[in-house]
C-alpha cells in the first residue's frame, strides 16, 4: 500500500477557513448577480458553517460521551 504524503499546514484551520471566507467573499463582490455569484456565497456559508463546527467542537464545554 503506498503512504499519502502529509502536508504540513502553516496557518491552522480555524485561520484557513477564516481566510478562505474573506477571499471567497471577495470574489462575490466581483461578481456580477447570478447563478455564479449565488453558487459562490453558498460556499461562504459553507466555510462559515464549517467554522462554527470546528469551534464547537473545540469548545472545552463539550463532554465526551459517558
Do not use: C, Y
Not at 471566507?21 to 449565488?38: I, Q, S
Amino acid at each position: 500500500m503506498t503512504k499519502r504524503p502529509r502536508i504540513k499546514h502553516e496557518a491552522t484551520f480555524a485561520e484557513r477557513l477564516a481566510s478562505e471566507a474573506m477571499r471567497l467573499k471577495g470574489l462575490a463582490e466581483m461578481t456580477p448577480h447570478g447563478h455564479d455569484r449565488e453558487m459562490i456565497l453558498r460556499k461562504v456559508r459553507q466555510v462559515e458553517t464549517a467554522s462554527h463546527i470546528n469551534e464547537w467542537a473545540l469548545s472545552s464545554g463539550l463532554q465526551p460521551p459517558k
